[in-house]
DNA sequence: CATTAATATGCACAAACTGCATGTTAGGAG
DNA sequence: CTCCTAACATGCAGTTTGTGCATATTAATG
């Protein structure tokens, strides 16, 4: 078995028949179906309909394309990494951002091991999503948040866990339509963006905010999304009241664009979180793991 | 690159020289050298130290060769998918089920699709792990518990999930120690076994059992296992009082041994549930998912 | 130093692969 | 139905790749 091999029956597949294939391949026809001949014969089996013209694959073929395509991307990413002897050093790094992280603290972490050299590449995606990228090994770092009381981290017996900094989920709304939302207080009324409940804010809303928010009104979802930007977005124009992490709030905050509803409405204390495979091998991975935990200790002893 | 490339450095590092591995491989001597050579020459790097004897895998490839193992072994498995026109018909199929439901429901799950004729592989693990296994593809159906209220299955946006029936999480005790309880009672003390905080029966013990056991008594946990088979061992022996799925415990239960206390404690409603991943092509996870679903529609017509 | 085990290289032969020329056959148009 | 063309197969001759045996070189050990 070559990739070769599995080359040359992906171009009869991508590409419609032996004779688009072989001018793809370089091979003159002749030798290409020659080719053909010599896999089946290996292999023991038809790999190919020739009563049809163009030739097509045996369904039992087709049905095999797509592990194909990831052994040939495994075997040249083999090829590749055998042939980079000191690169191997300068590998890179893949990191699965929460959205609201991502656009926040993510950078300033990621510029604590910019001097190590180290082709890093930020994820950004939903808390659950970046976890099954670490749990799946397409990440290598994941930067989540998380909650006091709240659900423990899913597959946390795999991980090991770094506690970076801290952040609050706090209540914002716009400073120049708070009448609207007083008089919404004044009906017994409040409106909010929701999460969605199958994402973690969306369970901590449920769970450690709503309940404690019928003291003061009746909560009324006006607007559902996953992202915190969204959120963020609804809350200064005055749609509704948002949940946001307050570093993704702090800059309408200081310019008064946005009202930090802390006093009067529940904000949750959230933890800065970074996860790793705690079977992680890479001496890259294990570098700026221990870079982010050297410099989450100075600080926390600030 | 080639999976005889693969193996001829894979048979290097497993053996120790060139000279045992070209024996492995049925080479002679020479004609192996050469091909080290020319896997070095097409690769364009060198891949052993030969300055010692026996030679040595550079430090680079040896940080290669998990990844080898797993390209050899796709490799050989599409070699053999693709020779198997046939069997594709009558492919394994991978069950992930938590300790608990492969004692007690699994079996009976299974033989509902018993007929299909499909090689069916059962793993016990914890659910985390079950889930993992889906995750990761390892496994192709899980079996676990769902608790209403409980967290949300972790990465359930990638899942599809179905049904099959009910059981309860009850407590349960020796019945012929019943009196040691009584006293613990009088004592104003429940003596019970303890699930790990990082497990799921865990978090439904924490949130939703022992917050209503401190009307009854004081909470003392005298054990922590996150197995259900040892838990119920403990409370067979009058050790403590454990929460245990309903249908293991049923024929302790109906001879007398145990006790079931949920007239007195709190048991806990359990959906029996399985997943898999939402894109699932298998025509055979497919089929056996239909089966399943199918005699779980029937039976709660029942 | 001598000896042995491990790897490399020369030689001759076998096996595998190629392009060109030609043969065979499916598929479509008239 | 026939004819034509595109697509795949096969013969032939030449080139390339790969092998074992015999021998050379070199590291490791006593």
Redesign the pocket.
């Known amino acids: 078995m070559r990739l070769e091999w599995i080359e040359d029956i992906l171009a009869v597949a991508e590409h419609g ?4 294939a072989c001018e793809k391949r ?13 896999i089946e014969e290996a292999l023991g089996v038809s790999l190919f309909d ?6 097509r694959l045996s369904s039992h073929v087709h049905d095999q394309l797509d592990r194909m395509r990831d052994l040939s991307a495994g075997l040249r990413d083999l090829s590749a990494a055998l042939r980079d002897v000191e690169g191997m050093r300068r590998r890179r790094i893949v990191i699965a951002s929460q959205h609201a992280i991502a656009a926040t603290s993510t950078p300033e972490i990621i510029g604590r091991f910019a001097d190590l050299d180290i082709d890093t590449r930020l994820r950004s995606a939903n808390r659950d999503d970046c976890l099954a990228q670490i749990m799946t090994r397409r990440a290598d770092i994941a930067f989540i948040h998380d909650v006091a009381g709240a659900q423990e981290i899913p597959g946390a017996e795999f991980l090991e866990i770094l506690h970076i900094g801290s952040e609050a989920l706090i209540p914002v709304y716009a400073h120049d339509r708070l009448d609207t939302l007083n008089q919404a207080y004044a009906r017994g009324e409040l409106p909010v963006i929701a999460y969605p409940a199958d994402v973690f804010l969306g369970q901590v809303q449920r769970r450690m905010i709503f309940p404690r928010l019928t003291r003061v009104g009746r909560v009324r979802p006006k607007l559902e999304t996953a992202l915190t930007l969204a959120a963020l977005e609804f809350a200064r124009t005055g749609f509704a009241i948002a949940w946001i992490p307050e570093p993704l709030a702090r800059a309408d905050i200081a310019i008064g664009r946005l009202v930090d509803l802390s006093t009067t409405l529940p904000s949750i204390p959230m933890t800065l979180t970074a996860a790793r495979l705690s079977d992680t091998v890479s001496p890259i991975v294990g570098d700026v793991w221990d870079r982010i935990q050297a410099q989450s200790c100075a600080r926390s002893g600030v």
Chains 1, 2 share one sequence.
């Open positions: 028949s032996f004779q688009a370089n091979v003159s026809q002749p030798a290409f179906s020659r080719r053909i001949r010599q020739r009563s049809a013209r163009p030739a």
